[in-house]
């Protein structure tokens, strides 16, 4: 665990020696923000499942984000009760309000990561735009303090991986589960 420890404090302090300006310390704190509860995550899936063509894709994504979280961060956050960086280390300094919660694994991460995974699974282009984006909340939350490098990796690897078991065990069942819902019945006037 020392060695992890190790590891884990020397990136932290990297970050904070060569990433740390004032154009980051600006726009990544709204990135991180973009992933707080899920909620960029909650809404995409929500719009998805508007159409019919996309319901699919937007069930999925809801639903590997809601596993996944109820695993980590219910499951999996109290028994490692691992304190954050900047409540370990007083020379950090964070700068956005203090989360609550204890730092392994990464909630941001497992939610982006949960998300975006079912969303390339089932639609590659937006997939990789969608990794894209979670890679960057994740980043955001080492950069600013609040989370480990292996909170955010061990967040990631949990986000991908019930992600790729829903689909695998599930993608098919609610596939047809949602081809027995009616479409709507056009109006007519």
């Known amino acids: 665990m020392e060695f992890i420890q190790s590891i884990d404090d020397a990136i932290t302090y990297f970050i904070n020696n060569h990433m740390h300006n004032s154009f980051t310390q600006t726009i990544v704190p709204i990135i991180t923000h973009l992933g707080t509860g899920g909620v960029i995550w909650i809404i995409s899936g929500l719009l998805l499942t508007i159409k019919r063509k996309t319901r699919p894709i937007g069930v999925m994504m809801l639903l590997s984000l809601t596993v996944a979280a109820i695993v980590g961060n219910l499951m999996i956050k109290p028994i490692f009760n691992r304190t954050r960086p900047y409540l370990a280390n007083d020379d950090l300094i964070l700068l956005i309000g203090a989360p609550m919660g204890s730092s392994f694994p990464s909630g941001h991460s497992i939610s ?4 975006a ?9 937006a997939g990789i735009v969608a ?3 979670a890679f960057m909340i994740a980043f955001s939350r080492v950069f ?4 480990y490098f292996t909170d955010v990796l061990a967040g990631a690897l949990l986000g991908i991986l019930t992600a790729v078991l829903l689909e695998k065990f599930f993608g098919d069942k609610i596939d047809a589960l949602l081809e027995k819902i009616p479409p709507k019945k056009e ?3």
């Not at 600013?144 to 989370?147: A, K, P, Q, S, T």
């Open 144 to 147: 600013l303090f609040v989370h």
């Open 131 to 133: 990794l894209v984006f």
């Open 187 to 189: 109006r007519t006037v």
């Open 117 to 125: 995974t079912a969303l390339f699974l089932r639609k590659k282009s």
């Open 112 to 115: 982006s990561f949960a998300s």
